[in-house]
């Protein structure tokens, strides 16, 4: 078991009160989320025949939707510890539900790989610090190479701390930590794919 002190989470998004709330004021919050998932789709498409994706930290469906709408996937992972976020992903995804694989487990914790499988790309938006603290990273992208298919792609974005970013250094990493921790888990292509508006998306290989 861990030893780091965890930030604490200011919502909690297990409850359903909770999770409309963050879905419904998300895209007002981050206007720039969809240059995001453009990206992401973008090099889902340069990679070629993608299988399987694995999503953490799927939420209410919104990359989801934007990835299945703009590329040819044939099963899509969404892995998420909130059932009431399945459920709002769900209603957004309406027919390419029959798609999605809805996991409920949190990556947080040890075994949450345990049955899923091999993926072709591994997808997170925004969801890296919820780990609480950013000590946590390296170990979650190890899991992640793991259950990546040899040559497979992991696209990650999240905030950064320092200079144009966040304050909190102790939950966000800096450009070079988000960087540095995918080397220690043992990728050794990583790329910036876009840095602004508080955030970065790298592509690990």
Request: with cysteine; glycine share 8%; aromatic share 8%.
């Amino acid at each position: 078991m861990s030893t780091v002190k965890e930030v604490p989470s200011p919502i909690d998004l297990r409850n359903k009160k909770a999770a409309r709330e963050w879905e419904r004021t998300a895209l007002e919050k981050r206007p720039e989320r969809p240059l995001f998932f453009g990206k992401f789709a973008e090099q889902i498409q340069l990679k070629g025949d993608v299988a399987a994706i694995l999503e953490l930290g799927s939420g209410p469906g919104f990359l989801a939707e934007y990835i299945l709408c703009h590329s040819d996937v044939r099963d899509y992972f969404a892995l998420d510890f909130s059932a009431a976020m399945h459920g709002l992903a769900r209603k957004r995804l309406g027919e390419f539900s029959q798609n999605v694989h809805f996991v409920e487990r949190s990556f947080k914790s040890d075994d949450w790989m345990e049955g899923l499988g091999k993926f072709s790309c591994v997808v997170t938006n925004q969801a890296v610090h919820e780990l609480r603290h950013k000590s946590l990273a390296p170990r979650l992208h190890m899991q992640v190479r793991s259950i990546l298919h040899e040559g497979g792609l992991y696209l990650v974005n999240d905030h950064f701390a320092g200079p144009d970013g966040m304050s909190n250094d102790e939950l966000y990493m800096t450009r070079e930590e988000q960087i540095e921790a995918l080397r220690v888990a043992g990728f050794s292509e990583i790329q910036t794919l876009i840095c602004q508006s508080k955030m970065t998306l790298l592509g690990a290989a």
